[in-house]
């Protein structure tokens, strides 16, 4: 079992930055799963917004948030972070930490063993 608990949400200008946290604990450590970020605006489906491999070797991103966010994860502090800059108001929603057993580049909504609870980011001037 794995408990995930983001943090680092808020409101932000457009233009502005945020850095989401991701803190792990349980029996497995997060150095077992591929970790990600996912995101839910009102109204719409959960999306995909980044992956990052066990040993941080790889990342992905979707193409909305390439050259923005940055994906990292620190396995001995058993945590995840989204650096997100140059946020613009479509970035607006909430934001859920994941951990897989997939591969982190099929990373998707319907293989995510643990979800988090979420965070919220809202981008308006």
């Known amino acids: 079992q794995v408990q995930l608990v983001e943090s680092g949400g808020g409101l932000v200008q457009p233009g502005g930055s945020l850095s989401l946290s991701c803190a792990a604990s349980?029996?497995?450590?997060?150095?077992?799963?591929?970790m990600g970020w996912f995101r839910q605006a009102p109204g719409k489906e959960r999306e995909f917004v980044a992956a990052?491999?066990?040993?941080?070797?790889?990342?992905y991103y979707v193409d909305s948030v390439k050259d923005r966010f940055t994906i990292s994860r620190d396995n001995a502090k058993n945590t995840v972070y989204l650096q997100m800059n140059s946020l613009k108001p479509e970035d607006t929603a909430v934001y859920y930490c994941?951990?897989?057993?997939?591969?982190?580049?099929?990373?998707?909504?319907?293989?995510?063993?643990?979800w988090g609870k979420g965070t919220l980011v809202t981008v308006s001037s």
């Open positions: 349980g029996r497995t450590r997060i150095s077992s799963y591929a």
């Open positions: 994941a951990a897989s057993g997939a591969p982190a580049q099929v990373m998707g909504t319907r293989n995510i063993n643990y």
């Open positions: 990052i491999s066990r040993s941080a070797g790889s990342t």
